[in-house]
């Protein structure tokens, strides 16, 4: 495997653990509006990881840069509603650059 991708993996495993620390801080309400986002963008993420591994496919530095930048705008988010858009961010990523 590259050296991008083992880097793109941990950038987007760190994202999500991230998402899945807002999550549990999160109260009722939130965790209601993050559930589905969430469940969607690990869904996703193991299908493009598996698409990378099976294809072949070679993560470029952009990739990685993407997920630095979305880690930094989970870290950066203060409400609920910025979570859920930086979460829709991701989702659209991985959807478009692995699974289209």
């Not at 495997?1 to 899945?20: D, G, R």
């Not at 099976?54 to 993407?66: F, S």
């Amino acid at each position: 495997m590259s050296e991008k991708n083992e880097l793109f993996f941990q950038q987007a495993s760190e994202l999500l653990s991230k998402i899945e620390i807002r999550y549990r801080q999160a109260d009722f309400d939130e965790q209601v509006q993050l559930k589905k986002e969430r469940d969607r963008a690990m869904a996703l993420f193991s299908k493009a990881r598996l698409a990378i591994l099976k294809e072949g496919i070679i993560c470029t530095d952009a990739d990685v840069e993407q997920m630095q930048q979305l880690k930094q705008q989970i870290d950066s988010s203060t409400e609920i509603l910025q979570v859920v858009a930086t979460i829709a961010k991701f989702t659209s990523f991985v959807r478009l650059r692995f699974l289209l």
